[in-house]
């Protein structure tokens, strides 16, 4: 059963009304970033996935509400999670996906970008999953795909990455409720090039959490990031002290130019998440990470592993926020009470 989307309300549309992710009646049309977008519009992403969430437990893991429509993936970088989760939350919405495997495609003959899309495009696509090394490149194809077709950001460069920032957002109102506003958060490691921190940082803002820190050596940490809101912070212990949340970033070496660290085991002994480190935070508090996780470089192999990491339910909810901001682009989505998706 789907309905139409509710009325618009100033709200929704946020202070940054010129933003091409929404549409004249400001509904989501791509998903690019979650800077500029409202608390209305975060929260119904995450009231929509927790009406999916039930359907990724049952026995048949299926619902016909993106029946007809076709997903292009299109990963120009590397990926594990993001790709099959993407992949899985389509499949799940009863859609069909074509997978493009960029360096099989004719991409790798010479073809450029906006060829490829065209081509896809004439395949009656109607959504396109981007993932690519450029930050702005999934703003890119959004200005010129043809108007039907939706574009989600599966992470841009060092820019942003919205569905993961929104899993991360769900991850932590399962655990700690919807009140925001008392948390404290606490970010940590490559700050400087990760698309996730800077997803997740307009995020916490927009959903008004209460403390939100980021902790990273000098050298790691964008310049001006104080503007965005998050108190700065050089050493873990303070940094960490009665966090409820603590989350750890991957060191990007792929997209480190010279030496911005003096070596990865300086790294672990100065911002390492180890046991006895995390006494430093509130005794509930969760550890997560968006993964690839390093071990022994950004985190201790007990910590990833112990009762207070929920990596893997990252993953595992993963889903049902892509299956989410699938359906809400598309214009589809569920009746949020729960009962009323067939
Ligand atoms: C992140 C990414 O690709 O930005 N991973 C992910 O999507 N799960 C973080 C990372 O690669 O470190």
Redesign the pocket.
């Known amino acids: 059963m789907v309905n139409k989307a509710s009325k618009p309300t100033d709200s929704m549309i946020g202070h940054d009304t010129w933003n091409i992710q929404l549409d004249a009646n400001g509904q989501l049309k791509h998903f690019l970033t979650t800077e500029g977008l409202s608390t209305e519009i975060l929260t119904r992403i995450l009231d929509t996935a927790e009406s999916f969430a039930s359907i990724n437990e049952q026995h048949v893991k299926k619902v016909p509400l993106l029946r007809g429509k076709t997903i292009a993936n299109l990963f120009f970088?590397?990926?594990?999670?993001?790709r099959n989760t993407f992949e899985l939350a389509a499949k799940r919405l009863s859609a069909d996906v074509l997978n493009i495997n960029i360096s099989t495609s004719a991409t790798s003959k010479g073809e450029t970008l906006l060829d490829t899309l065209q081509n896809l495009q004439a395949m009656q696509c109607d959504m396109f999953v981007v993932?690519h090394g450029e930050s702005g490149a999934s703003h890119y194809i959004a200005n010129r795909v043809a108007p039907h077709i939706c574009v989600i950001n599966?992470?841009d460069g060092s820019h942003a990455?919205p569905t993961?920032a929104m899993l991360d957002m769900f991850t932590i109102r399962r655990n700690k409720g919807d009140d925001f506003g008392k948390l404290r958060v606490a970010i940590v490691g490559?700050v400087l090039h990760?698309?996730?921190a800077r997803s997740q940082i307009h995020a916490l803002n927009i959903l008004n959490t209460g403390d939100v820190r980021v902790i990273a050596p000098k050298t790691l940490l964008p310049t001006g990031i104080e503007d965005m809101g998050v108190g700065v912070y050089n050493n873990m212990e303070a940094g960490i002290q009665d966090a409820d949340v603590v989350i750890m970033?991957?060191?990007?070496k792929e997209r480190m130019q010279g030496a911005l660290l003096p070596s990865e085991q300086e790294f672990y002994r100065m911002y390492g998440l180890t046991e006895e480190r995390l006494k430093s935070a509130k005794s509930d508090a969760i550890v997560m990470h968006?993964?690839?996780i390093n071990r022994g470089v950004e985190i201790e192999s007990s910590v990833a592993d112990g009762k207070q990491s929920v990596i893997l339910d990252q993953?595992t909810y993963?889903i049902s926020v892509r299956m989410a901001v699938m359906s809400m682009v598309l214009g589809r989505e569920p009746e949020t009470n729960g009962e009323t998706i067939e």
């Open positions: 970088e590397a990926s594990t999670r993001t993932r599966a992470g990455h993961q490559d990760s698309r996730v970033l991957r060191l990007q968006p993964g690839p993953v993963g």
